[in-house]
């Protein structure tokens, strides 16, 4: 059985940093595509960015480029995502997500993570 699990959400000062991180178990996260995804309280849930397993083709929505980054650690079959210069407004529960299409919407990926709070306060 396929699982994912995010860790590293907290609360953070507007301007702080926080690194998320995406593990999975019963499969390792080669040949899939990784996404990141947010969802604040009353939106809808949010595209944030994906990245193959391999590094190519890695994407950040435009709302967090510049900020945000997305990377992978063969080793520890992990990903992250490493959030700087937050923002109030990035405040959600963040998700991974792996699957076997470049989408950017939910449907794209068939595995989630239980997700994690991020709390930016101003």
């Known amino acids: 059985q396929v699982q994912l699990v995010e860790s590293g959400g907290g609360l953070v000062q507007a301007g702080g940093s926080l690194r998320l991180s995406c593990t999975m178990s019963?499969?390792?996260?080669?040949?899939?595509?990784v996404g990141w995804f947010r969802q604040a309280p009353g939106k809808e849930r949010e595209f944030v960015g994906r990245m193959h397993w391999t590094g190519v083709l890695t994407f950040t929505a435009d709302a967090v480029k510049g900020r945000f980054t997305i990377s992978r650690d063969n080793a520890n079959n992990a990903v992250y995502l490493q959030m700087d210069r937050l923002k109030p407004e990035d405040t959600a529960v963040y998700y991974c997500?792996?699957?076997?299409?470049?989408?950017?919407?939910?449907?794209?990926?068939?595995?989630w993570g239980q997700g994690t709070q991020v709390t930016v306060s101003s």
């Open positions: 019963g499969r390792t996260f080669s040949s899939y595509v």
């Open positions: 997500a792996a699957g076997n299409a470049f989408g950017t919407s939910s449907s794209s990926y068939q595995y």
